[in-house]
């Protein structure tokens, strides 16, 4: 086949939580950049609306619909509208995350500690059993769990944020396993520090944006295309014979 070819999603049917900014519509956008057509997904639906006709005045394929993903009956009536108005998913991107609230364990109450576990660890879970649950009926379909470099490594006081991340990097080897005699591949990508709006705050405090470049063998934050190229690698053919990976996307980060 054809180098090009292999990375061709034309045809292909991609939903991506949290995809209405940041690295959801960054990865959104280089799937449908690819051919895919994607379903932007999130808790807002203005801010959803505002991303998927960015992507449609490129003459992208994008439509938008709301999901809680750590509210099961959100997920369900997510992959139904999915199921009704596209017939199918080929491709799911479970990016839908909270931030970190950088406080210590002592200070972090049970309410801290379930919500950003119930977004961060339960929603992939929910929304790999119900949406990625199509993919393993069809025999075939690629999941993209996005984790981060806090799956991989403690960070400061981010319990519950490490935890689930963790736990994330753990059910994508898991599923891999279970979904691999159903041709469904699951992977994981696993982020930096990038240019988003979240990480606006911490890339304008000096110290703070330094430390971190410092300790970044490459020198930068990532942009959009660092982590889009990576998840149209894994959601393509090119990537038929990857699935239980976690593919660190943090300019060097974690190799300290």
Request: charged share 20%.
């Amino acid at each position: 086949m054809p180098g090009p070819a292999l990375f061709d999603l034309a045809g292909k049917v991609a939903v991506v939580t949290g995809g209405g900014r940041g690295i959801g519509y960054g990865i959104a956008e280089g799937l449908a950049r690819s051919g895919a057509r994607v379903v932007l997904s999130g808790r807002t639906q203005t801010t959803l609306d505002e991303a998927a006709g960015r992507l449609r005045e490129q003459g992208l394929d994008a439509a938008a619909l709301t999901s809680d993903v750590s509210r099961e009956e959100d997920v369900v009536v997510l992959r139904d509208s999915v199921a009704s108005l596209f017939g199918t998913v080929d491709i799911l991107v479970n990016n839908a995350g909270v931030n970190p609230i950088y406080r210590g364990i002592e200070k972090t109450s049970l309410a801290d500690w379930t919500n950003i576990v119930g977004t961060n660890l339960t929603g992939v879970f929910l929304c790999c059993k119900y949406l990625g649950g199509l993919m393993a009926e069809r025999g075939t379909g690629s999941v993209i769990n996005i984790s981060s470099v806090a799956g991989h490594v403690g960070l400061k006081r981010s319990v519950p944020y490490c935890a689930a991340k963790g736990g994330v990097e753990l059910l994508t080897k898991a599923l891999a396993i279970d979904w691999a005699e159903k041709g469904v591949r699951v992977n994981c990508i696993a982020p930096g520090f990038f240019e988003t709006d979240l990480t606006a705050g911490m890339r304008k405090n000096t110290g703070m944006s330094s430390a971190l470049l410092d300790r970044t063998p490459l020198g930068r934050f990532g942009g959009m295309n660092d982590i889009a190229g990576v998840a149209v690698f894994l959601a393509s053919e090119a990537a038929a014979y990857v699935t239980g990976q976690s593919l660190l996307v943090d300019g060097g980060w974690c190799a300290e």
